[in-house]
């Protein structure tokens, strides 16, 4: 069935490090691809999202680029903040017809900052 | 505008008793998710209506749960005779207009089954 894989956490790194949260997706057709943060007492909010192959989400820093040869979609970001902290969530959205479609998330992935 | 709002925001049950967990919607959003998340996990499916139909109640546990959105707008989950494994954050989700519009997620509901 459909499913996300998404990198074991947790992962820790000193400001202005290079981040990189690995994501895998096993599904049939053409699913969405997002990332969701969910920041400490905060619900789960949309970081990035991706609709099809070779297309590229980016938001506040943070890039994912749909490939579907890898069946992957992982997070980067170039230097990270200490207010990235949070935990990240790798999802699919799968059509079930017109009107139906559920999303399929990983485990989180949890990133802690340190200055 | 308000989010998603939901409450109560934690709620311990001793086993068997039932309890009722409400989600307010964003206004106007016609489609509304409950997922649940367990420790250490990532959220699962429960239920979806768009509007207040019912479409898809798949991946609700058991039985012992039930949704509904009589009038389109608040939902309701309701959990009969809790059971330890029942407890989680319950999440709650409302979407524009269809299923595959952004998701926008309340705070969640922590569930503690004693």
């Known amino acids: 069935g459909d499913s996300v894989t998404q990198m074991e956490g947790p992962v820790t790194l000193s400001e202005e490090a290079f981040l990189t949260i690995n994501c895998t997706y096993t599904a049939t057709g053409y699913p969405s691809l997002f990332w969701y943060v969910q920041y400490p007492g905060e619900g789960l909010q949309l970081l990035l999202k991706?609709?099809?192959?070779?297309d590229k989400g980016s938001n506040k820093g943070f890039e994912a680029t749909y490939r579907k040869e890898t069946t992957s979609f992982h997070l980067e970001k170039g230097s990270v903040q200490v207010s990235d902290s949070a935990v990240y969530f790798c999802?699919?959205?799968?059509?079930?017809?017109?009107?139906?479609?559920?999303?399929?998330f990983g485990r989180g992935t949890q990133l802690t900052v340190w200055p | 505008g308000a989010g998603v709002s939901q409450s109560p925001r934690y709620k311990v049950a001793k086993r068997g008793q039932d309890v009722a967990l409400r989600c307010d919607p964003i206004s106007g959003h016609v489609s509304l998710f409950w997922y649940q998340q367990a420790l250490g996990q990532g959220p699962e499916f429960l239920t979806y209506?768009?509007?207040?139909?019912?479409?898809?109640k798949s991946g609700l546990p058991s039985d012992r749960f039930f949704a509904e959105r009589p009038e389109g707008s608040v939902s309701t989950l309701k959990i009969q005779r809790t059971q330890q494994e029942d407890s989680a954050v319950y999440l709650c989700a409302s979407s524009l207009r269809l299923a595959g519009d952004e998701q926008y997620f309340g705070p969640g509901t922590r569930l503690t089954v004693t």
């Open positions: 991706a609709t099809k192959a070779d």
């Open positions: 999802a699919l959205f799968k059509n079930r017809g017109s009107t139906l479609g559920r999303l399929y």
């Open positions: 209506f768009q509007n207040e139909a019912q479409l898809d």
